[in-house]
């Protein structure tokens, strides 16, 4: 079964940091680009970061740019996100996603273009 789990969400106080990780069962993720998505209820889903399948490429979302740094293991089938300085604004359910692209040296934000979706996990920035 091809499935992805996000892990690492939680609570945490305005200005502290969190690392969220993606890992993928039932299939390599050498091949995909991977994003990053967070999502509150009643807002659109919205992209977060990406990174290429052999992580020479990254791209961000001006809102965390400085703060958030997405990172990549092919050897441990998993991505990372790195999140600092979090803001309460930063709250939502954060997704990992994956699309096969293994000619593509970039990656894009748009989460229509992905395959496969993670479960999400919860951040929430409080005081």
């Known amino acids: 079964q091809l499935q992805l789990v996000e892990s690492g969400g939680g609570l945490v106080q305005p200005g502290g940091s969190l690392r969220l990780s993606c890992a993928a069962s039932?299939?390599?993720?050498?091949?995909?680009?991977i994003g990053w998505f967070r999502q509150d209820p009643g807002k659109e889903r919205e992209g977060v970061s990406c990174?290429?399948?052999?992580?020479?490429?990254?791209n961000a979302a001006d809102s965390v740019k400085g703060r958030f740094t997405i990172s990549r293991d092919n050897a441990k089938n998993t991505v990372s996100l790195q999140m600092n300085s979090l803001k309460p604004e930063d709250t939502a359910v954060y997704y990992c996603?994956?699309?096969?692209?293994?000619?593509?040296?970039?990656?894009?934000?748009?989460?229509?273009?992905?395959?496969?979706w993670g479960q999400g996990t919860q951040v929430t920035v409080s005081s």
């Open positions: 996603a994956a699309v096969r692209m293994p000619y593509v040296s970039s990656c894009f934000s748009n989460p229509l273009g992905y395959t496969y």
């Open positions: 039932g299939f390599t993720l050498d091949y995909d680009n």
């Open positions: 990174i290429s399948n052999r992580g020479g490429y990254t």
